[in-house]
Structures are given as structure tokens and as C-alpha cells.
């Protein structure tokens, strides 16, 4: 079957860095995306990652790692804005879209 | 402002009830989502469109049907509800291109009774 593994929930201070893992177990891979999705509003696009190494976006940057099935998202800088559900999503061969449960960061000051 | 817009943004159904969730884009995105998303559980595909006039089963289809008239509008319906049918709803959309993001509609948050 498919899998996609996040950790439940995770805890980082204020103005600290977070890394947020993904592996998964896919039949087929065409790309895997990450998602910032804040209580009770709707999942918002983040990164996309396709080939294997280090994407930076501002205080975000997603890495993929093709052959180990792995990804992680790296958040610098923490804001309390950043209390957020963090999803890993990868598109598999028929380019079916196969979610995470998420990762819940939480922000303390 | 373009996006997607759901509606309604919550319902109380009784069980046994016929529902309709709204999903209306303004984005002229050709391909169109309806997500279920439960506590613990990823989000769950339950209908596509991958173009006006085309639908296609998700993950977990049954109990739902839709429709895709026109590029714009893509309603759920569901014909009798049940209390397992409780859960939020996402309507997404994205272009052509089948690496491309999704756009989210705020959800409606449904409670079968």
C-alpha cells in the first residue's frame, strides 16, 4: 500500500528552526508538495520538490531526498504565526496526490 | 478576488437528509477536487474533474455524486447522509498541468446527526 509517515505533532520556541519529516512509500513518484494549513482555514501551497536536493523560499526551504523517500521542511526563524498543520502530499504515478496526516507545530514564546 | 468559494460554511443535517455542498472557482482552472478531511487522517479524494463535462471516483466515492456542467461549478451532493459522513469538506482546484498546486476553498464543515 501507500504510506506517508509525518510526525503527529511537534513543539519549537519563538525565533528557533524546526525540521518537519516526511518519508513515504509510494507506487511511482512525480513530485512531492508541502502544505501550511492553519486551524480550521484551508491548506495553503508551500513547495514543490521533483528532484532531489534543497529548495529555499525566504524563511522555508523543502528538501527531497528521491531514493531514500524522504523529505523535510525547514522553518527558520519561527514566528508564533507559524502555529500551523504542515502537510506532506506526493503524487504518484498516476499522478494521484496521496496525503499525510500532518504535522501540528506548535510555537511557544 | 479569484479563488474558490464554498458554501455553506457549516450544516447540522439530520441523517437520512439529501445535501448539496457549493464549489464555485473563478481561476478557469480545468481540473477539480472534493477533499474530506478527518482528525488523524490525511485528506481523502472523494470525486475529480479533470475537465467540464468529466468526472472521476476518488478514494472514498460512496455515498457521494457530482457534477461538472461548466468550468466554474462543482457540486456535492449527498443523497442520504449518515453520522460517518460528519467531516470537514474541501473543495480544491489547479490547472492543467498535473504538477501543479492546489487552490483550497475555505471548507464546510459538516455534522450528520
Known amino acids: 500500500g501507500q504510506n506517508i509517515d509525518q510526525p503527529t505533532e511537534m513543539t519549537a520556541t519563538e525565533g528557533a528552526i524546526v525540521q518537519i519529516n516526511c518519508t513515504y512509500q509510494?507506487?511511482?513518484?512525480?513530485?512531492l508538495f508541502w502544505y501550511q494549513q492553519h486551524a480550521g482555514e484551508a491548506p495553503t501551497f508551500l513547495s514543490y520538490?521533483?528532484l532531489d536536493g534543497l529548495e529555499e523560499k525566504g524563511r522555508f526551504s523543502s528538501f527531497l531526498s528521491r531514493s531514500k523517500g524522504y523529505s523535510y521542511l525547514l522553518l527558520k526563524e519561527l514566528q508564533m504565526k507559524d502555529s500551523a498543520s504542515y502537510l506532506c502530499a506526493v503524487l504518484d504515478s498516476n499522478y494521484q496526490l496521496i496525503w499525510g496526516a500532518g504535522t501540528k507545530l506548535i510555537i511557544k514564546p | 478576488i479569484a479563488g474558490i468559494t464554498q458554501a455553506p460554511t457549516s450544516q447540522i443535517l439530520a441523517a437520512g437528509r439529501r445535501m448539496t455542498l457549493r464549489c464555485t472557482q473563478d481561476?478557469?482552472?480545468?481540473?477539480m477536487y472534493w477533499y474530506r478531511q478527518d482528525l488523524g487522517l490525511g485528506l481523502r479524494l472523494i470525486h475529480y474533474s479533470n475537465t467540464a463535462g468529466t468526472t472521476g471516483k476518488g478514494e472514498v466515492p460512496d455515498g457521494y455524486s457530482v457534477s461538472r456542467a461548466n468550468t466554474d461549478d462543482f457540486p456535492l451532493t449527498l443523497a442520504s447522509a449518515v453520522p460517518s459522513q460528519t467531516s470537514v469538506y474541501f473543495c480544491?482546484?489547479?490547472?492543467?498541468?498535473?504538477?501543479?498546486?492546489?487552490?483550497f476553498g475555505n471548507g464546510t464543515r459538516l455534522t450528520v446527526t
Open positions: 481561476m478557469r482552472h480545468n481540473a
Open positions: 480544491a482546484s489547479s490547472a492543467s498541468d498535473q504538477n501543479s498546486p492546489l487552490h
Open positions: 509510494t507506487s511511482g513518484f512525480n513530485g
Open positions: 520538490n521533483v
